[in-house]
Every structure is written in structure tokens, then in C-alpha cells.
């Protein structure tokens, strides 16, 4: 195979990872049509046609899964092992690739990893915020955060951050001129700050818990985000109700900007966790950036 043909290879699995021409051009750094091209040429030499191109969306046929499948892991390995020679020398280098809930990339993530930046000038990090359940392995991250227990068996888990108490929050304006709920069936009446999940589509569930009783309250209202701090922001402004981490609404409950509701119902969730496959050989700038990030003992 051509030297040619690998980088086809990438380029392909680009965008059939990111389903989107135009998110592989932007992570390849290259123009749609340059990219475009490249991927027809190498239908045309294997004579098959790799992907399925509509108004609205890019997906891999038959023979482009089996070519994601067979051919992915083993540039993987190649690009692991070409990563380990290069930690036989004297500098850190390289890039690792995180996806993260975008409150973790603030409040943990970045804060600990701005030192290690500046000391390693040749390591580089590239942060995703996105709420979507993340196949790391196959859209070739580096590294997930996520809640502790959305993380799989199969991976290696780093606790990041103590378990997080969750609240439900509003204004005290919005409070002045609503009756603050007292069970899960009151949020149907009240103007609730929803979030949109990537990954389904659908609004985020409100996940509340008081003793054995547990209860998924499909909320609605007039604002829907896909991150939290632009919940938070709406609750600011009086919007309606929101349901938070603590880290994110703490200062807000202390300076009295934010009050929180049924207390009672607002569950504790396992910390946040980074994770990563099992089998990946770990190189240095990845120890590193684990070490960097997780929490302090």
C-alpha cells in the first residue's frame, strides 16, 4: 500500500467517525472539497462505495463499517507504537484528546491542566464539551470524563472529584411569583430550564430520589440548552427552575441569588471520573495529562 493510501485511509475514517464532512475537514485542517476528493479517489481505486452522502447526514455503508472496523484498531496500534518511540526521549510530546460535560472542563479539567501546559511546551490537549455518550475508542479520543457511574467496566476509571449532591435551583424572582414545588409531580406546573441531549435527541430526564423512591421527571419549559452553563444562566435571569451539580450552584446559594428547592428529592451522583480504555498502551504525555487531573489525596 502507498504512503498515499494510508492518509486516504485517515481521511475516511475522519469522516466516517465524525459523520460530518465538514467536522473531519475541521479536525483534519483541510478543505471540505480537498477532503471530499481525497475520499472519492479511494472509492474509485477500491471500486466500492464507502459512505452514504444525503442533504442531511454522512454514514458508513456495508463495506466502509467493515473498513472502520478491520483497519481503525490497527492504525491505532501503529500510532501508539510510533507514540512510545517518541517517549524514549528527553521531551513530552504529542496530543491527547479528551471529551468532558463542559462544567468539568472548567471547574477540573483546565484548572489542573494549565500547569502542566506551561511546563510541557510540546504537549498539546484537545478539549470536546459535549453531553453525548461518547464511544472514545472509536472517535479516537484519548480520554472520557464523565459521571462515575456512566463509565464502562472495561475501562480504566480516575476518580476526578468527590460525589456531587445535584440541585434544583431558581431565582428568587421566579420564586417570588411561583410556588416552590414540593414533589416531583409539582414540576409539570412550573417552567423548568431543559436539557438536550445529543445523543438521543431528546430532553435530559431529571433524575430525583427521596429514600427507596426513585423518579424520572420529564420536565418542560421555555428554554432548552445543550450545556450547563447556559442553564445556570437562565435560572440567573429568572427563567424558570434548572437542576445542577452543587459545584456550579454553590455561590450562587450562598450569595442568595439562587435558592434550591426539594432538597429532599435532589440525589447525590458519583464524582466525576476520567476513563480510558484498558488495552491502550499508555504513553507519557497520557500519564501525564491522568496525573494532572486527578483528584488530589
Known sequence: MSRDSIGDLLAFLA????????????????????????????????????????????????????LMTSVAPRLQEIEDEVQAVSDLGDKVSGTVRITAIDHAVDSVIWPRLAPLLKSCPDLKVEVSADYRMVDIVAERFDIGVRWGDQVARDMIAVRLAPDMRMHIVGSPTYLSAHSAPQEPSDLLQHNCIALRLASSGGLYAWELRQDSREVQARVSGQAVFNGAYQMLHAALAGTGLAFLPEDLVIEHLNAGTLVSVMPDWCPVFPGLHAYYPSRRQSSRALSLVIDAIRMPR
Do not use: I
Open 15 to 66: 469522516v466516517a467517525q465524525e459523520r460530518s464532512f465538514t467536522r473531519a475537514a475541521a479536525k483534519l485542517g483541510v478543505s471540505q472539497s480537498a477532503l471530499s476528493h481525497t475520499v472519492k479517489a479511494l472509492e474509485a481505486r477500491l471500486g466500492v462505495r464507502l459512505l452514504t452522502r444525503t442533504t442531511r447526514s454522512v454514514s458508513p455503508t456495508e463495506a466502509g463499517e467493515r
